[in-house]
């Protein structure tokens, strides 16, 4: 018999979606167009995709995107989406250290809303093996990251909220001497039993994570705090990275 399953596994089921309502399709839009001033054109993946709404912005905006993710449950989520049908064919189940594609065959990758640090150092590294392998010589990597200063220094330990009448209780945590960031969520309601889960992301310092592209083989383009174009700094709300295959 097999152990438990990895916490990514569990963790991103359709619950996962009553966390983060408001990481919607407007939001998506606004960061499509985002990436779309920074260059990225072609054949497009949006990595760890989750139900789908950064791939449909893209293809919304002329881009041959594709997205892969792990979770079934977010994937069929994707049908939802208002014009879903962009999305026909273009969503596969799939591990981000297994990419299903062939090698040099993508012009952009972009892994958004903190979906990386899942999986280890040495997990993490095969991600970014496996985007290098796949990018064609001059393709972009975007990596929408955690800024670790910002995280230590405004880390709430408990929230509690309700939404569409579910309790949504949840517990941070830093561990492995501040470079993990844990997170215990708690879903409540009176209808439905109550399911809990954690969040486990190894956090990546700015110097950390050049370092580690370039010994996968990706050079740093820029670091960026945030979707505005504002430069990274340690109170930025986000790490924002474009890196580039030479």
Avoid at 102 to 125: C, I, K, Q, T
Avoid at 134 to 159: I, K, M, Q, S, Y
Wanted: with cysteine; charged share 30%.
């Amino acid at each position: 018999m097999g152990g438990p399953e990895p916490w990514f596994v569990s963790a991103f089921r359709s619950d996962y979606l009553h966390v983060y309502p408001h990481r919607d399709l407007e939001a998506a839009r606004r960061e499509a167009d985002w990436l779309l001033a920074r260059g990225v054109r072609g054949r497009v993946l949006d990595l760890c995709c989750g139900f789908g709404r950064h791939c449909l912005a893209l293809r919304e905006r002329g881009v041959e995107a594709f997205g892969i993710d792990l979770s079934l449950e977010l994937l069929r989520r994707s049908r939802s989406l208002p014009g879903a049908s962009r999305l026909a064919g273009r969503l596969v189940r799939a591990d981000a250290r297994r990419l299903p594609f062939v090698d040099a065959g993508l012009d952009a990758v972009v892994s958004l809303f903190s979906s990386f640090g899942y999986f280890g150092e040495a997990g993490d590294r095969e991600v970014l093996l496996e985007i290098g392998r796949v990018l064609r010589p001059g393709g972009d990597v975007v990596l929408d990251l955690l800024n670790p200063p910002r995280v230590r220094a405004t880390l709430v330990p408990r929230t509690r909220r309700e939404r569409g009448g579910l309790e949504v209780v949840e517990t941070r945590t830093l561990a492995d001497g501040g470079r993990t960031v844990r997170k215990e969520v708690r879903l409540r309601g009176p209808q439905r039993d109550e399911r809990a889960w954690t969040e486990e992301v190894r956090m990546y310092e700015s110097a950390e994570i050049a370092g580690l592209l370039s010994r996968c083989g990706l050079d740093l383009v820029e670091a960026l705090g945030d979707f505005d174009g504002t430069p990274l700094s340690p109170s930025s709300p986000r790490q924002v990275l474009r890196a580039r295959k030479p």
